[in-house]
């Protein structure tokens, strides 16, 4: 599959769910690795374990993705989570094309909130960190406040 093949799938959409392989990891609370399947997947050495779960990608300004996944099979994310502090990611490795998996490299989620719903559902609020978006007064150095150039 070409990269605008690839393109097409993601951005162009469809009345389909793609089956997406996601990471999600922490330097103590561990890794886990789900697929949007009904089977496992082995991807590079790792077993992606089959999962139910609905993943909507950020729009260009990096706003409004989110993961849902039930608790109700993947009980091991649940503690996965109550153990995980603000420096988890979530990537999503890539997506189920046939057979294959098609790799991809630009989804890559370091800062949200997780909340656990009525229905058993983790939800993932996916966000910009806003702190990139710091402003920073210049300080200008000029004969006033400089005095003797040191």
């Given amino acids: 599959m070409t990269a605008s093949q690839i393109y097409r799938l993601l951005f162009e959409?469809?009345?389909?769910?793609?089956?997406?392989?996601?990471k999600l990891s922490h330097p103590t609370?561990?890794?886990?690795?789900?697929v949007n399947n009904n089977e496992d997947v082995v991807f590079?050495?790792?077993?992606?374990?089959?999962s139910s779960?609905?993943?909507?990608?950020?729009?260009?300004?990096?706003?409004?993705?989110?993961?849902s996944i039930s608790i109700v099979d993947n009980a091991d994310i649940f503690e996965w989570v109550e153990n995980?502090?603000?420096?988890?990611?979530?990537?999503?490795?890539?997506?189920?094309?046939?057979?294959?998996?098609?790799?991809?490299k630009s989804y890559r989620h370091f800062y949200g909130s997780v909340s656990l719903g009525d229905?058993?559902?983790?939800?993932?609020?996916?966000?910009?960190?806003?702190r990139l978006?710091?402003?920073?007064?210049?300080y200008k150095y000029d004969t006033d406040s400089n005095r003797g150039g040191a």
Avoid: H, W
Wanted: proline fraction near 1%; charge should be negative; include cysteine.
């Fill in 53 to 67: 779960f609905d993943y909507t990608r950020p729009d260009n300004q990096g706003e409004a993705g989110n993961l």
């Fill in 119 to 130: 229905n058993n559902q983790l939800e993932f609020n996916l966000e910009n960190d806003g």
């Fill in 29 to 34: 609370a561990g890794t886990l690795r789900f």
């Fill in 84 to 104: 995980a502090d603000c420096r988890y990611t979530m990537e999503v490795i890539g997506i189920l094309n046939g057979g294959s998996v098609e790799e991809l």
């Fill in 13 to 22: 959409g469809g009345n389909y769910a793609k089956q997406y392989l996601i």
């Fill in 44 to 50: 590079k050495e790792q077993t992606y374990k089959a």
């Fill in 133 to 138: 978006n710091m402003v920073f007064n210049v």
